[in-house]
């Protein structure tokens, strides 16, 4: 079944930029859109964006001016960048797969902004 | 401030039946929108529940089951395990703005 593995810098600066990269195992790249969901410290799923295997985007209205999100399907790998980070991007984000719902999550990358 | 309202917490003894609801608006659930459900055991990435407002993915028991109606959705668990206290989210899509992802603010469950 598809698996989800990703990686990235956990510890930021203010201003610096985030960027976090999910590589997909055993799956059919092409058949869902691969996105990006970050979780605040004890708070609630926020969508940040997705993209499929054309390079098609879709981003949060909210975080639209700072996101920018890739694919390389010759790694069936995505990634996530955003600039410039603030204290309040501080969270666990996730990578995750589906077409309309998401049925495989990755294991969840750290991400603490700090001056 | 989540598109979708969840209640913050419920709880149940085992054995009991407890819901869990999902209240949106005329640009998400109310215009059509599915809802999916998504259970997230502490320390761990949430899994999915329910999908299209009352399908479960293999392997998720019957006890699991969802509903929707107007602006609203629910989930609902029968015969409450000590293995079900876990963090409980909604997901749904918006057409305001340009059109996102939505997701609840998550409601924990704990089993008395």
């Known amino acids: 079944q598809v698996q989800l593995q990703q990686w990235g810098a956990g510890l930021l600066k203010p201003s610096e930029t985030l960027s976090l990269t999910c590589t997909v195992y055993r799956g059919s790249f092409s058949d869902y859109y691969w996105t990006w969901i970050r979780q605040p410290p004890g708070k609630g799923l926020e969508w940040i964006g997705e993209?499929?295997?054309?390079?098609?985007?879709n981003y949060n209205p909210s975080l639209k001016s700072r996101v920018t999100m890739s694919v390389d399907t010759s790694k069936n790998q995505f990634s996530l960048k955003m600039r410039p980070v603030t204290v309040a991007d501080t969270g666990l984000y996730y990578c995750a797969g589906g077409d309309g719902w998401f049925f495989r999550w990755g294991q969840g990358t750290v991400v603490s902004v700090s001056s | 401030q989540s598109v979708l309202t969840q209640p913050p917490s419920v709880s149940g003894a085992p054995g009991q039946r407890v819901t869990i609801s999902c209240t949106g608006s005329s640009s998400n659930i109310g215009a059509g929108y599915d809802v999916h459900w998504y259970q997230q055991l502490p320390g761990t990435a949430p899994k999915l529940l329910i999908y299209?407002?009352?399908n479960r993915p293999s392997g998720v028991p019957d006890r699991f089951s969802g509903s929707k109606s107007g602006t609203s959705a629910s989930l609902a668990i029968t015969g409450l395990q000590a293995e079900d206290e876990a963090d409980y989210f909604c997901?749904?899509?918006?057409?305001?703005?340009?059109?996102?992802?939505?997701f609840g603010g998550g409601t924990k469950l704990t089993v008395l």
């Open positions: 993209i499929n295997h054309s390079g098609n985007t």
């Open positions: 997901q749904s899509y918006d057409s305001s703005l340009s059109g996102y992802v939505v």
């Open positions: 299209d407002n009352n």
